[in-house]
């Protein structure tokens, strides 16, 4: 079973005027915070906003799973071209998002409308895998390997062991 919010867009706070919008701010940021997975909707004629990094940027905090929704691809005219520049934009303006999935969209044809429910399941599942200390910490060791360690206050930073303490969002104790 899904369930969807529509958060119907938020505003820049400087653009909030009424009691009515402050609400439905309140609420989208609320729905935010209690999703499993949430699609960031963007319009690729536009491409991401500042508000829309404001946005991902609070799903980030809040260590929620997202899908990146580039909308109305029917009016893109070349489109492996506007896939690359999107994709370079979010490098630049937005590099903490290069591991987000991202999927266009066009409500008129209905092209790949219906692909998004097999990312929502794949990036769900994702969110809720959880990696054994085994495996952590042999990624670590191998980290260990290749960087030199940090230093604090003229010693050297050593981790004794990773684990993995929660999902949702996922957080590992050093």
Known sequence: EYLFIDTAGLRKNAGIRKDIERFSVARSLRAARRADVCLVLMNADEGITEQDKRIVGYIVEQGRAMILVW?????VEDKAKRFKDLAEEI???APFLKHVPTVTISNVSRQRVF???EY??????EA???IST???NVFVEKLRANVAPGM???KIARIKYAT???VRPTTFVL
């Open 128 to 130: 809720q895998k959880r």
């Open 91 to 93: 490098d630049f303006k």
């Open 115 to 117: 692909t998004v429910f």
């Open 71 to 75: 909308t109305k691809w029917d009016l």
């Open 152 to 154: 604090h206050h003229g």
């Open 134 to 136: 085994h495996d952590l």
């Open 164 to 166: 993995q303490v929660g």
């Open 120 to 125: 929502i399941d794949r990036v769900a599942a």
